[in-house]
């Protein structure tokens, strides 16, 4: 038992140490926690970091301009964007087609598929018109900061750019408010999210919420509650 608990203090000073390069400088406050709670957060991160439970430490996160990316290592691929999923036939098919190794690209140290070797040769004529936002994260979650889920069958076109969500619910939720939620999503991803490690950064924000954070279930609840209105 020591032993664990002396691995939560390593993590928990790994922390501290990372977030003032990798995460906002509000991130230091985590050395001000009580003791117990410190403890916790040590405990936690522990358990995410060094017991083998986070392999987006990594495959999240290239040395690139696109860090972080919602990327997965499949064979062939150190990290495969959207889990293979053609970006471009979203534009094209207005549909979710995934992609086949036989058509691969890589661009900033993240692989892309595609369906046809067409769409591969649109994608690296101009790779950034098909990139979808927040490196692909749930839309919703960015709303709140936290780079996490993105399912490529559940996404959106706004105004030529493509959103993914991590599923319907986060997607209803998010068009509550599309003019709201996409002005806050923008913000937090170009001020805190882009450029640092989306596992920190998910650890960050689920410690420290932002002031208009709302869990899944009220997210639900609202949903619910506009769809009976008939909104």
């Known amino acids: 038992m020591n032993d664990v608990f002396s691995l939560a203090r390593a993590a928990r000073l790994r922390l501290v140490r990372l977030l003032p390069a990798g995460l906002p400088p509000a991130g230091r406050r985590l050395a001000g926690l009580r003791p117990a709670s410190r403890h916790l957060a040590g405990l936690w991160l522990a358990s995410t970091l060094l017991l083998g439970g986070c392999p987006g430490l990594v495959t999240q996160n290239p040395a690139s301009t696109l860090e972080p990316v919602n990327a997965v290592e499949a064979e062939g691929a150190e ?27 890589v661009y900033e140290k993240v692989a892309f598929r595609f369906a046809s070797a067409e769409h591969k040769a649109m994608f690296e004529r101009a790779p950034t018109k098909y990139l979808p936002q927040f490196g692909g994260f749930c839309a919703s979650g960015m709303v709140y900061a936290i780079p996490s889920g993105g399912d490529p069958t559940v996404w959106r076109l706004i105004d030529g750019r493509l959103y993914v969500f991590g599923g319907q619910g986060p997607k209803e939720a998010f068009e509550l408010d599309l003019p709201g939620n ?10 805190e999210v882009a450029g640092r490690n989306s596992v920190l950064q998910r650890i960050y924000r689920l410690v420290f919420r932002v002031p208009h954070f709302a869990s899944s279930e009220e997210l639900a609840r609202r949903v619910a509650q506009a769809k009976a209105a008939g909104k």
Do not use: C, I, N
């Open 79 to 105: 990290r495969l964007m959207l889990q293979g999923y053609d970006l471009v036939a979203y534009f094209t098919e207005g549909r979710a087609v995934p992609g086949v190794a036989a058509h691969q690209s």
């Open 182 to 191: 996409l002005k806050l999503a923008h913000h937090y991803w170009d001020t």
